[in-house]
Structures are given as C-alpha cells and as structure tokens.
C-alpha cells in the first residue's frame, strides 16, 4: 500500500434536481476523491478553503482517514459552484461559479506528503497540476483529469503534462473535443499518443472505456441503479476509486487494472444514491466488496 | 437446434449519414432478423413484398440459407422507409414511411414453417403478432419487440401478447414510455409483470440490459467500433443473433441466455459497419467466432 496524494478543488456546492435543491453542501474534486480512495489506502489532500469553510466539513473529510494537513485556509471564501440536473439527469448544466480563493490557489506541498507515490491532479489550471509534479519528486504513477475549459485554452501546457501521466481520465465529450474525432477509438488513440500510458472514457451512467497501446482494452458498463439522486462527483468518486486500488495493490498489472475500474465504478455507483458525500458516512467495506461481487456477476467477469 | 420462424416487414430502405446517401437498399426488420440468425439456424420468413421488389434481393435473402416460402408477393409496391442519421447516428429521423402492400397485410403460415419452436415477432401490429401466434401450436420460445406507436396505440393487444411472450425487446425509451417509469429498473419490472419471462432492454452504442425474476441479471456493453457506417437494423440484427443462437442451442439456461446476448451483440457489431446487409455477403463463421473471443475479453467474461 503506497500514499496518494490528490490535488483539486474542495467547494461548497447547490444542487437542484427534479428530487429537490441541496444548499451549500460539501463539493469539489478533491473531496470526492479522496473520501473515495480512502477506502482503499492512505490519502494526503491538497486544496484550499476560504475562512467560512465549516469545520463539520473539514472533520468529515479528516474522519475518513485522509490527511488535510494540505487542505490551507486562506483569507477569502470558500469556492462555490451551483449546478442543476433538472433537464438532465446525465449532465449538470452550471448556474453559478465563484472560484474565490481558488483563483490565487498557490498550492504548497506539506513535507509529510513528499513520500507519496500515487498521485492524482483533479481538474484544475494544468499549470498548477504541472507545478505539483514538479514538487514530487519521487512519484511514480499519475492520474489525471481535466476539462473543456482547460482542453480549449491551455491546450499547450496540457499537452507537456500529459508526457508525465500514467492514467488520464477524460468524458466523451472531452475526448472528443480535444481531439476533434468523433470517434471515440480514434480520439483515445489521439490521447494515448500525447504520451498517457492509458487512457480512461468516461461515459456516465454508461459506464467506461480503457484504452491501452492504442487500442480498446476493456468495455465496462455502469453499476445500474434504481434511483439516482445526485450525479455531481461520480467521475472524481470513479477516479477516487480506481487510484486508490491501485495505491493499495501497488501493481500495475492487467488484474489490477481491471479491478481497480470495477471498484471505481463502484464507488461511483455508491456517490450517485445520496446528495454531496453523504453515502460515505455510513459505508461499510463489507458493502463494496458486496457490490463488487454483485457487479462482477452481472457484467459476466 | 430447432427452426426458428420471424414475421416482420422486408422493405426498400433510403438513408442518409454523414458518409452519404443509399438508396432502396433492402431493408425491413425481418430482413435483417433472419440474416443474422441463420448463421445460427434455420429461419423461415414470413413477409409480404410487392411486386416491384427486386429479384436480387430475394436471391440474397435466400443465399443465407432462409427460407423464403411464406414471402408473398402482392399487387402494389414494397413497404419503404426513408431515415437519416445526420443530426444523430443513434437515432434516426424518419424522413418518409410507406405502407403500400404492407398496409393490408395478412401473414399466411406455410404448412412446412408450423413446426417452428421459436418464433420472433418483429416490430410490427401486434394484431398480426398475436394471429400469427395462434397459429403455430407447437411454439415454446417467443421472441417479441414492438416500438413506440403499438404502444401507445395498441397497449391493450400488446398486453395481451406480452402473456404469450418469452424474451421481450425493447429500446429504453419504448420502455420508458411503456411503463411510465424514468428508472429503468422501475419500466423493466412494470414490463416483466405483463408475462415476459426475459426482458432485454437496448441502449443502441452502449449495449444491453437482460432482466429476469424482477431483477437486473446481466449489463453489457456494445462492442465498440472504429467506424459505424449505418445504424439501421442493429436491433434486428442483435435479435436475430439471440434468437438464432437460443435456437441452436435449444436450451434456455442462464449460460445460454447470457451467450446469446453475446453473440447477438457482435452481430449488430457487424451489421452497423455496412449499409444495408452489405457486411453479411462476406461474413464468415469464423469472423463471428474472432469477434465474439475478443468481445469476451473485452468485457472480461
């Protein structure tokens, strides 16, 4: 079992859906992650919170086990972001972002995190995820995601930072738009050869795609619920998931990897049933092994 | 392995994608239906054409080994349909639909065709489904798939079908509309409550659902393609694999449901690379088997 480190958001989120609207709750990437991962090993968070950041929160995420000694407060408030999935219950469409003290995010390394051999750079200014690399000197595998934002206006800076990662974790619609195929093999393969040693497609309740040495190499579905309450995180839960297997295996074989997809789809399935993180506070292990085994069952593996 | 009889339309099909336009190609669901399952068994059609209906085609359908005696020619012109996958290659719009002989069809069972133990209902009135039914005594597996309109028009007949029916196809949206359910789960255990033993609910790219006992038994995702050329009768296509092989197999088992998921997947694979039924001419058995290995490992089964 190695240390994995996540840099990313830690927000306040509102939420609307046709279920009902959830105010100021515990968002970001970084929360989603790394209260996802810490099921499976010991994970060192890197973000940053203004002044009214409440400390029920911050005793949440540190009660998972997961170091926060990363997580700065700064003078400011807290990142915010709104987002409703009235009309779509696959895709939020966002209603209001304030960065707030994530628009001078200066992210600082604490010394105790040095050691951390796994490493994920939630989606955020490639230039930051760059600088943390830098920081790591001893890391040895990397996950990655990004966004549209990203993809369209620091495309450069993406590109340089794609050479360092192992695992990068893009949607559809990314993929596609950073690689302007509308195939999703040939925009993979696009990916791939921007220096990823696999790349991982998203597909939201459909499931995802690995794809490794430019061609397809697992097709696996989504973990079908009866209802799903608040898709906001999955994909970072996914990740969440999928990084902290392989943390905790400290392999990358094929076994691993295809196990370490099965738990992410997991965890993701699990995030989707209750608004913000509340799914977590009273997950047991036994519950996703439970799951794993039922989702082994139903995609025949 | 047993004869399998379908009852469907044989139609002339305009389409249109980004790659171009094909003009009255042979179409029809029981085209497509019987194609893809006689490499599996034996299948008797039973359709109506007019007379304008080109002898080619006919000599194709029966190159596969189908047996074409209960198509009957009539006075008039062929059923058409015109459909385009511009905007959408999931989804196609209908352009043009006409009925002509198909309008006053009457399907007529050939004696030599009612020893058929399995029987598909494609996508047609489900009147005819249920005469059609009432005519083949010895029947044991029926196979049903219907769409949006019998649903909303003819829900009382098609309830009544539904009693008779085995493994019932539809797309999620039918299901959806059907049931008067957004969870999938939720329209599937509305549609096995109507008499199906199997429910098998389709995604079009992203692959199946099989559910069974009140309860999703299986997920599996579409094998993804490079390039997919014509969508048209991908559905057919998936039902005729899964039929033909039940039929072949002439067991109803959970192994040989969940491999004629499989192979009914990879023969839409196929169908969906070519206009019309082009990729059948050349297909060999072998490239089934090739397809259906890698599926397999791709889905880790």
Chains 1, 2 share one sequence.
């Not at 972001?81 to 003290?101: F, H, M, P, R």
Request: net charge positive; glycine share 8%.
């Amino acid at each position: 079992m190695k240390q994995l480190l996540v840099i990313g958001s830690v927000a306040l989120d509102t939420i609307s859906t046709s279920l009902g609207r959830s105010e100021e709750v515990l968002g970001g990437s970084a929360t989603y992650f790394s209260i996802s991962a810490s099921f499976f090993t010991q994970v060192n968070l890197v973000a940053t919170v203004g002044r009214d950041f409440p400390e029920e929160h911050r005793s949440l995420i540190k009660s998972f086990g997961v170091d926060i000694r990363g997580l700065e407060t700064k003078q400011g408030r807290t990142f915010r972001w709104e987002g409703s999935y009235i009309d779509d219950l696959n895709c939020a469409k966002t209603i209001n972002t304030q960065l707030n003290v994530f628009a001078d995010f200066r992210p600082r390394i604490p010394e105790e995190y040095k050691n951390s051999k796994y490493v994920f750079l939630a989606n955020i200014d490639p230039d930051l995820q760059l600088f943390i690399l830098k920081g790591l000197k001893d890391r040895q595998i990397v996950g990655c995601d990004s966004m549209n934002y990203w993809i369209q206006n620091k495309s450069t800076v993406l590109k340089d930072l794609l050479k360092e990662v192992s695992f990068l974790f893009l949607n559809d619609a990314e993929a596609r738009s950073f690689s302007g195929e509308s195939s999703i093999i040939k925009a993979a393969r696009f990916l791939l050869s921007l220096g990823p040693r696999f790349v991982i497609i998203k597909r939201g309740e459909y499931g995802a795609i690995l794809f490794h040495k430019d061609a397809v190499s697992l097709l696996v579905p989504a973990f079908l619920l009866e209802t799903v309450r608040d898709p906001t995180g999955a994909g970072d839960t996914f990740a969440g998931g999928f990084m902290g297997y392989l943390a905790k295996r400290n392999r990358i074989t094929g076994e691993v990897v295809r196990n370490a997809i099965l738990y992410g789809s997991i965890m993701a399935s699990f995030t989707v049933e209750n608004v913000s993180v509340g799914r977590f506070t009273n997950l047991k292990k036994g519950d996703i092994e439970t799951r794993y085994k039922r989702f082994r069952s139903l995609i025949m593996a």
